[in-house]
């Protein structure tokens, strides 16, 4: 194998080896700049890497903010836990497990006034995840639903409507399942006539036999990207769990593309934003917290590049086009909030056994 | 004479497959990266460039492929000063246990990357170490020191003692011999290690995304990059590091390998 | 003045010399690897871990079908993958040494591994995309007639094996050329000069020399193939799941690293039998 590259004779080589060397050097010089500049260090959900929503705030107050995105919130409060304290100074985090941060006592008390909690739809304003004993921990920041997406060219509307043709024959092999347990198991749930808030250990046989029936209708269980992939190439015709978020940005390449609410309801997912206990710079991710929930903030929040939805903040209506809005169905949201639940809230049990029944679903 | 011929032909009809086979993805890559559209899917809408201009507005992404190549660089170099100070001393001397060491050198090899990202996380988590580009790179010296190691230990040949025990008689010190003896001679063998190591380092993926924070590699970087969609950009980026990778074999090509006289 | 005799030295120089890079393997890699061993041990509970000593996450792995199935996937997907990767790498890194003339192999030998430079991620992604329902295969093979309905191609089994079979074609293509270029003409000499034919030459001589070549590397194919989660997860569309993606599930949203590293242990014994029925090839030997 090294006879390969034999034939290279060593000057030849320490002079090639000694040029690369002054490359790399003049390169790791050249590049990052060291500014005297304060940091803020977030740990947060894609959406909030855009440089559009980030590059106002870093201007305005002369600071940088270092952005971690994490999927799944075992995995951001496993990073967090690997973590010192100090590390991490705002925290985006699953509406329905807000309360789960604050048991492990990560998360700093916001004073009520610093938030415009007023102007937030108040469906969303979740004050029972968002705040515990009178305290707040969290705000909501972005919402959506977990519902129902589908190319119209290739599916009829109107079946759309009714969920459970979803386990029918007719799409057999033409559907997507979007990769996140809770939501699918809760719009299982919700398929069988359960409440999301009100499932329990008894439910999940029921649940489980729902969810392999409809694994056995799908063609792939997928996360984010490979859901849209496949929709847009036409690899699926629809995508369960999906929604908004999934084709907003598609819309316009992909026109066919649409989503809606079946009548038995869909799930409504919300992610709220906090600071951690111990931060260093408290002040100043205070100031971010209020940035992202201010009606700017918001609107940029809606409409970033990794996925569109609903802001929190009703004001942020005024900063959005009416393109913008139509895309996200802005004048609907009063029906759409109605007719959608939160996500299931488990026991640590019960969540194993999601997790379990999730698991084999998708080994089978 | 006929079955000559026939042989060539299956050969050449073969050949013609499989590098089809092979460069068909890469044919898609590049073809969509010019996607004059958001999705990079068919059908193809026309010739644009401006996903190569989002590239290089990109900060982040830029900021991505240097850290690459400064952590490949720098695993690469240490995994291979390790392998060869390691492989020297096994192969030059008589050590007690020398088997059961050369076992133990060679041995990440046969882990799973994830298994020691895994491995690499939870100590460091103990330690209380922060993650960062400098753990990633730990974590890549950790799979190419066996590579390394073992490339070069295997081609420490007998017949380079008595060079070097002629050097040493003539008065030169053990580094001087390692460096302008034994080093020289062993070109290829270093040569074939630091770039097979720095290809392993450089596309790896698992380590470089469970043992950093912030500055990140490229390969993670366009993982967060599609997490928002599939993106005529990561078609981009890709096919540009195709296309240096192209050109620097090129270089190296025509004056590192220059003319072989021997086989 | 203590004399320090001359092999106690030359032993002395010996440790410095190899010391480095086994602190480091020890430091960086057996730590860690027995420190997921004893966290294998415990339990993950609540929200955080219990540091009892109990077999509990093995015992669920051979209890929990859906588990001890992700063995089973990545065993048949390995052993497909490195069978495949072998009888298609093998004519190409023959033609290559055989049939290619000398000036021009390693001009050809590059190209056959050229596609390794482009990202993996990305690469994959574009698999997903040839392999899908209105993808250059599909659309190829409908308007030549050969089938009337597209193939299922894409985020299947048959995905993930054709992912992996291109990386591993790659690879295999320069572990076993390196190894057939090595081989001295005089076998194939002297097997003409007993009367061989071509044929015979080849299953007789040949393929026997080049079985080191070929055995690492299949080895090699076995230890990448079954530890890889990208390739499964992006190509796989979840209709299976293997042993690399069980592992990272369990990081997900439980964050349960004890059962993480008990699959990891297990995933790691497969590998160490899978390396001790090989080890007979696998010897690293000085020219």
Partial sequence: ?364 | MARNRLTNFVSSVYAVLIFGFIFLPVIMLVLFSFQDGRLPVSPFNGFSLQWYEAVFADRKLMSALLHSFLVATISSLVACLLGFFAAYGLARFKLPGSALQRGLLIAPMTVSYLIIALGLLSVLNVLGIGLSLWTVGIGHVVINLPLCFAIIYSSMGDQHINIERAARDLGASDIKVMALVTAPMLLPSLLASFFLSMTFSWDEFIIAFLLSRFDVTLPVEIWSLLRSGLNPKTNAIGSLVFLVSVVLLIVLELFLFGRTKKS | ?287
């Fill in chain 1, 1 to 364: 194998m090294t006879d390969f590259i034999a034939g290279i004779s060593a000057p030849r080589f320490l002079t090639f080896a000694a040029t690369l060397a002054l490359a790399a050097a003049a390169a790791a010089l050249t590049s990052e700049p060291v500014l005297a500049q304060d940091e803020l260090n977030a740990l947060v959900w894609c959406d909030h890497t855009d440089p559009a929503l980030i590059e106002p705030f870093e201007k305005a107050n002369n600071v940088k903010v270092n952005l971690k995105e994490y999927e799944g919130t075992g995995a951001g409060l496993s990073i967090i836990d690997q973590s010192r304290p100090g590390d991490w100074d705002v925290l985006v985090i699953d509406g329905v497990d807000v309360q789960r941060a604050v048991d492990k006592d990560i998360l700093a008390e916001i004073p009520a006034d610093a938030l415009p909690n007023a102007d937030i739809f108040p469906d969303v304003r979740m004050e029972a995840n968002n705040s515990r004993d009178g305290r707040i921990y969290a705000v909501t920041e972005k919402f959506g639903y977990n519902t129902v997406s589908y190319d119209k060219t290739k599916v009829d509307p109107a079946d759309m409507k009714d969920m459970s043709k979803l386990w029918s024959e007719k799409y057999k092999g033409r559907i997507a399942v979007y990769d996140y347990y809770l939501p699918m198991i809760g719009l299982t749930g919700i398929d069988l006539g359960k409440a999301t808030a009100s499932l329990t250990d008894a439910d999940m046989p029921a649940i489980k036999d729902k969810l392999l029936a409809l694994k056995a209708n799908a063609k792939q269980v997928s996360d984010v990207v490979s859901s849209q992939t496949a929709l847009a190439t036409g690899e699926v015709d629809i995508v369960f769990g999906g929604g908004e978020w999934l084709t907003a940005g598609l819309v316009k390449d992909k026109p066919n593309l649409d989503w809606t609410i079946p009548e038995q309801g869909a799930v409504r997912w919300a992610q709220s934003i906090g600071v951690m206990k111990d931060s260093t710079k408290k002040d100043l991710a205070l100031k971010f917290v209020q940035y992202i929930v201010s009606p700017e903030g918001q609107a940029r929040l809606a409409t970033s590049s990794c996925y569109w939805a609903m802001p929190a903040n009703a004001k942020a209506g005024e900063h959005l086009t009416d393109e913008q809005k139509a895309a996200l169905r802005w004048n609907e949201q009063a029906d759409y909030l109605k007719r959608t639940q939160l996500y299931p809230i488990p026991t640590a049990e019960l969540d194993a056994k999601m997790q379990d029944a999730w698991t084999e679903m998708l080994q089978n």
């Fill in chain 3, 1 to 287: 003045m203590a004399h320090v005799s001359l092999e106690v030295a030359e032993r002395r120089k010996a440790w410095s010399f190899v010391a480095p890079a086994l602190v480091w393997t020890f430091v960086f890699f057996v730590a860690p690897f027995l420190f997921m061993a004893a966290m294998s041990l415990w339990e993950q509970q609540g929200g955080g871990i219990v540091r009892v000593w109990k077999l509990n996450n093995y015992i669920a792995f051979f209890e929990k079908d859906a588990l001890f199935r992700g063995l089973t996937n990545s065993l048949e997907i390995t052993a497909i993958v490195t069978v495949f990767s072998i009888l298609l790498a093998y004519p190409l890194a023959w033609i290559i040494a055989e049939r290619v003339p000398q000036k021009y192999q390693r001009t050809a030998l590059i190209l056959a591994i050229l596609p390794f430079w482009t990202s993996y991620v990305v690469r994959s992604y574009s698999w997903l995309l040839v392999l899908s329902r209105n993808g250059v295969i599909n659309q190829a093979l409908l308007n030549l007639g050969v089938i009337s309905e597209p193939l299922e191609l894409a985020s299947n089994r048959t995905a993930t094996v054709i992912g992996f079979v291109h990386f591993f074609v790659m690879l295999l293509t320069l572990t076993i050329y390196a190894n057939l270029v090595q081989l001295s003409p005089n076998y194939r000499r002297a097997a003409a000069d007993l009367g061989a034919n071509a044929f015979q030459t080849f299953w007789h001589v040949i393929l026997p020399l080049t079985m080191p070549g070929i055995m690492t590397g299949a080895f090699l194919t076995f230890v990448l193939c079954i530890g890889d989660y990208v390739t499964p997860q992006i190509l796989g569309g979840n209709n299976e799941l293997v042993l690399p993606q069980i592992i990272m599930l369990q990081l997900g949203r439980r964050a349960d690293f004890p059962m993480a590293a008990a699959l990891s242990i297990i995933l790691m014994l497969v590998v160490t039998a899978a390396y001790i029925a090989c080890a007979r090839w696998l010897k690293i030997e000085r020219t």
